[in-house]
């Protein structure tokens, strides 16, 4: 391995550090006591070696919420490669974010603040754009999902692109996480199982559109056969019994 080759290799290995240490420190602490110092001090690093990574803490925040999306993408990248029906995998992905909330729930809270107009504008814009070329292939996915339903004529497109017919999807489930991730707002309503709710909206709103096979989601038992389906199928390996309900 050739010198600049090393250095290479130590720079990104130093940098992995500094985002598993941010990403510590807001899991501990909270999002707005995060300190660059304190990030570089657990590391054994000076601050201004931090700041050779990172040019203000707007862009370690954007650096996490990135480096994080990209686990979110590996989850929606089972269910590209599900052989399935596309209604399924339009419900799926449902099925991969909840999931992926479960797990990492600071994503949708940090993500909630990185997007803020305080602090996405105040990031580089480097930064910003590595950010949203890391979360590009999830809309991809589901753009090349809606475009096969529409060519095996499982939905009619009616004229309108893939991100209008599956829009209402992207927004109902972002909606979601942030009432999930705002404490007591949910509990206020008594709404106890929020996710099983989303998904019920989703197949709703499938059926709204025509998707077929059409489906019952008020149909209990079915419902939590088709959870479980899409769980054992994609995401075994992490799915609790809970989830699978």
């Known amino acids: 391995m050739g010198t600049r080759e090393r250095k290479r290799r130590e720079f990104a ?35 201004g ?19 994080m999306a990209q686990t979110r993408v590996e989850f929606f990248q089972r269910v590209a490669n599900w052989k399935a029906p596309t209604r399924d995998k339009m419900f799926a992905l449902a099925v991969a974010d909840m999931l992926f909330a479960h797990r990492y729930p600071e994503h949708f ?29 999830m ?4 753009h090349d999902i809606v475009a096969e339903a529409v060519a095996n004529g499982d939905v009619q497109d009616h004229g309108r692109t893939p991100l209008e017919l599956s829009i209402g999807q992207w927004t109902m489930t972002l909606g979601m996480h942030n009432l999930v991730h705002a404490e007591g707002v949910l509990d206020l309503y008594e709404l106890k199982d929020p996710y099983r709710m989303m998904l019920t909206q989703i197949q709703l709103l499938l059926n709204g559109l025509q998707w077929r ?24 390996d992490m799915c609790t019994a809970k989830e699978q309900r």
């Not at 300190?35 to 690093?45: H, I």
Request: glycine share 2%; hydrophobic share 40%; aromatic share 10%.
């Open 109 to 137: 809270r940090l993500s909630q603040f990185v997007f803020t107009e305080v602090i996405w504008e105040a990031a580089s814009p480097e930064r910003r754009r590595n950010t949203l070329e890391v979360c590009k292939p």
């Open 213 to 236: 096979p059409l489906f019952d989601p008020f149909d209990e038992p079915a419902m939590s056969e088709k959870i479980n389906h899409v769980c054992n199928a994609l995401f075994g």
């Open 139 to 142: 809309g991809l996915i589901v």
């Open 49 to 67: 070696t931090l700041y050779q990574h990172f040019a203000s803490k707007e862009d370690l925040l954007v650096a996490i919420c990135a480096e």
């Open 13 to 47: 290995e130093r940098e992995h550090r500094f985002l598993d240490a941010a990403r510590d420190q807001i899991c501990q602490d909270g999002l707005l006591a995060l300190q660059m110092a304190k990030v570089a001090r657990s590391c054994d690093y000076a601050t």
